[in-house]
């Protein structure tokens, strides 16, 4: 089955300071992880996957298949950060996507 | 950006009502879902399809009821509305084979009363 587990509703962190979201999976094959954000009053868009392996707003993940993880990272958090993020996989040669549960950030000023 | 839209964007209705929430996008994509988003459920996959009248339920499909006779076209109809229907449904579209990102639409605020 594939699961996707991100165990914190809520995050909240200062501005500058560092920020995780954590997200772990479930799945028997090789998966294909990926991070989507929710800003308020705005559509869910991609913000990045493993395989591109690039930083996008300052934000980076690894997936590391040992611990079935794929957090997502930002040395310095900044307001316009604040959003809805959601881990999601995709497996089996299926288009579908699983998501979590989500993970609400608030950065603070 | 008006490449997948939604409507309505809000929608009020009452219990044993039916009603179609519409998903139109303007790319050809071949693959097409609809997702429901609540507190502490994240988003669940409702159906899907991969081309024109190809459907497949998803993780929730009960009381929900698909079709797709045109590829950007992607209705979908709650027979006979119950208030735990009561979401913001998302529609998504994916081009074929080989890409990776789902494009979503706007949302549509659903309120079953």
């Known amino acids: 089955a594939q699961r996707v587990t991100q165990p914190e509703k809520l995050l909240s962190v200062f501005k500058g300071a560092p920020v995780e979201l954590k997200c772990n999976y479930s799945?028997?094959?090789?998966?294909?992880l990926f991070w989507y954000v929710q800003y308020s009053r705005q559509r869910l868009q991609l913000l990045l996957r493993?395989?591109s392996r690039e930083s996008i707003k300052g934000f980076t993940a690894d997936l590391n298949k040992g611990e079935t993880s794929f957090h997502l990272k930002k040395p310095f958090a900044q307001e316009e950060d604040s959003a809805m993020y959601y881990c999601?996989?995709?497996?089996?040669?299926?288009?579908?996507?699983?998501f979590g549960k989500g993970t609400k950030l608030t950065v603070n000023p | 950006d008006a490449g997948i839209t939604q409507s309505p964007r809000y929608k009020i209705t009452e219990t044993g009502r039916q009603v179609t929430l519409m998903c139109h996008q303007t790319?050809?994509?071949?693959?097409m879902f609809w997702y429901r988003q609540d507190l502490g459920h994240g988003l669940r996959l409702i159906y899907y399809?991969?081309?024109?009248?190809?459907?497949d339920k998803g993780e929730v499909p009960d009381g929900y009821v698909v079709s797709r006779s045109k590829t950007e076209n992607f209705p979908l109809t709650l027979e006979s509305a119950t208030r735990s229907q009561t979401s913001v449904y998302f529609c998504?579209?994916?081009?074929?084979?080989?890409?990776?990102?789902?494009?979503f639409g706007p949302g549509t605020r659903l309120t079953v009363t």
């Open positions: 999601a996989l995709r497996g089996g040669g299926s288009e579908k996507l699983v």
């Open positions: 799945y028997s094959g090789s998966p294909e």
């Open positions: 493993h395989i």
């Open positions: 790319w050809s994509h071949s693959y």
């Open positions: 399809s991969a081309a024109a009248d190809i459907t």
């Open positions: 998504a579209s994916v081009a074929p084979a080989g890409a990776y990102e789902q494009y």
